[in-house]
């Protein structure tokens, strides 16, 4: 190691080492000229025209795919998720505030056919999330994988969400006599 070191530092100050082959007498050096260049002017242009200039592959995204019905059911299955998530907070809320929301709603008389899409559109996310659920927990036992069985449960998923809603929604409110 001390023979590395003293052979470097004899060649940078340009000396020859006694019985060396590295027999530099000076330390060459060469000229180097630099240039001015202006930098380019900032380009006004898009990222996504940049990227389409440069021929960059556009990344996918929701609006670059065909619907299908496997992506169609999991955006809904989230979206009724927080639609239940709104109703557990809305009803938990009026609860403590000492209101019973469903005999308040039961009050209001509103005609057999509105009383019915009413209880529709609150029972649908119940019902399809249930099912849905059940789905999935059929798919963490590695069951109805393939493609033909997704799309197979995606379509009864959608049919008892739909005759469990109906169901649901038929039901008639009692109102509560005091």
């Not at 060459?28 to 592959?57: D, M």
């Not at 059940?134 to 493609?147: E, K, S, V």
Request: proline share 6%; glycine share 6%; charged share 15%.
């Amino acid at each position: 190691m001390a023979y590395l070191r003293s052979l470097c530092q004899a060649s940078r100050m340009g000396l020859a080492l006694k019985n060396q082959p590295f027999q530099a007498s000076f330390i060459q050096s060469r000229l180097v000229t630099l240039k001015a260049v202006p930098a380019p002017p900032p380009t006004t242009a898009t990222f996504e025209e940049r990227n389409i200039e440069l021929k960059r592959p556009m990344s996918p995204h929701l609006l670059i795919y065909r619907p299908q019905l496997t992506s169609m059911m999991s955006i809904s299955h989230r979206i009724t998720g927080l639609a239940l998530t709104f109703y557990a907070f809305v009803l938990g809320s009026s609860s403590l505030m000492g209101v019973d929301a469903a005999t308040a709603i039961a009050t209001l008389g509103m005609p057999g056919a509105v009383a019915f899409v009413g209880k529709f559109i609150i029972a649908f996310p119940f019902s399809y999330h249930l099912v849905n659920g059940i789905r999935h927990l059929t798919w963490d036992y590695g069951l109805g994988l393939t493609i033909k069985e997704v799309y197979l449960t995606g379509y009864v998923t959608l049919a008892l969400s739909i005759l469990l809603t109906l169901f649901l929604a038929s039901k008639r409110t009692q109102k509560k006599v005091e």
